[in-house]
């Protein structure tokens, strides 16, 4: 049988959001998300059921809205709905497709992008990740106001697998703080490369 994961989950009030990946397979997987009620019930569905694949990977609620980040069709992407959307069913699924915007994007000169976090601050929303430009991962982080995505500079100080995989925004709202792995070279699920952080201050891009 295929496999769900989560990876993620925000809560706002009585509302809860999860994100994840399903219909887990060897080669293959789709975007997740679950919408939780205050009864405890709860349904998950593909936002993009058209896709040719991808996972969530991050959610948080802002603005009475759900904002889920991950990687579809080789882009990342930042997608929305309200929080009051997707009613459980009692199979325990549902269709909800995005009733916000989508935006995706492809970090520059890059042939895969991943986003693993999202966070909110001011104006827009932040995103981090990993990008692939001829086979050497290195971090990725943008800044996405309405459809406009802004990158900043990749971060990539080895030739192995470098990637941004959590944020924080600065209580001031004047920064944002990425935090991921440096050097690791795919093998295993844990180690030495995998304990190396990596914080970095970002100036609010405008």
């Known amino acids: 049988a295929d496999i769900d994961e989560v990876w993620a989950v925000a809560a706002s009030g009585t509302d809860f ?3 994840g990946a399903g219909g887990i397979t060897a080669t293959a997987s789709h975007p997740w998300v679950i919408r939780g009620l205050p ?4 349904c998950g569905f593909n ?3 058209s896709s040719g694949g991808g996972v969530g990977r991050d959610v948080t609620v802002s603005g009475g809205r759900a904002y889920v980040a991950g990687a579809r069709d080789g882009e990342a992407f930042l997608t929305n709905w309200g929080a009051s959307e997707c009613t459980a069913t009692p199979s325990g699924s549902c269709a909800c497709p ?3 915007t989508t935006v995706a994007f492809q970090a ?3 042939a895969y992008t991943e986003a693993r976090a999202v966070v909110a601050l001011g104006s827009g929303f932040y995103l981090a990740g990993f990008s692939d430009i001829g086979g050497d991962y290195g971090g990725m982080v943008a800044r996405i ?3 406009v995505v802004t990158q900043a500079p990749r971060w990539n100080p080895t030739t192995l697998i470098d ?3 959590a944020l924080a925004a600065d209580a001031t709202g004047s920064a944002v703080y990425a935090t991921g792995t440096m050097g690791w ?4 699920e844990a180690g030495s490369e995998w304990a190396r952080e990596i914080a970095r201050r970002m100036h609010i891009m405008t």
């Open 185 to 188: 070279d795919g093998s295993g």
């Open 108 to 110: 520059t000169g890059a």
């Open 98 to 100: 995005p009733t916000g």
């Open 47 to 49: 936002p993009f059921p």
């Open 145 to 147: 106001a309405s459809t």
């Open 17 to 19: 959001w999860m994100a």
């Open 39 to 42: 009864s405890g019930a709860a």
């Open 163 to 165: 990637a941004y995989t």
